[in-house]
């Protein structure tokens, strides 16, 4: 009797993971937020890069379905090598139309006993905004940083 329970118990979980699968139900977890910090100022300058030597990529996606986010606001602002906020290191850049989005910078010096970090602010139609940030892993040149948005209720 108790296989018979695991065997159906496997067989509603396996038709649940299809069925989610086939029919586009897939849900992907929101980015966590994290502080805006004192730095930040509204009205970057429209660009993708704000230096070399350091590039971060990803995409911006609903947490409902995972689906691609296009034109979504997204605004990056970092201290320059010498560890200070400075207008030449902020920027705002657009998701494109698969939700994609790259920006270049310095590699983000550590300050004030915190790590290196860029913070990021995104803001989408539908969406509750998001404040986070990135920290770059010592010694990589490059990441992959998904933003994930929560639909407003």
Known sequence: MSKLIVMMGLFIITSFLFISTVYGEKTCKPTPPDMLGPFYKPNAPVRSSVGKGYVLKGAVLSSANCSAISGA???FWLA???GQYDDDH???L?????G???FESNFPPSYMNRPPHIHIRVTAI???PLVTQHYPS???AEATFDLV???KD
């Not at 657009?94 to 698969?98: A, D, E, H, I, L």
């Open 73 to 75: 606001r997204i605004e």
């Open 80 to 82: 320059e090598p010498n």
């Open 90 to 92: 902020r920027a705002t």
């Open 94 to 98: 657009f998701s494109g139309g698969s």
């Open 100 to 102: 994609e989005y790259q």
């Open 126 to 128: 539908g969406y509750k």
């Open 138 to 140: 010592q010694g990589k």
């Open 149 to 151: 948005l929560t639909p």
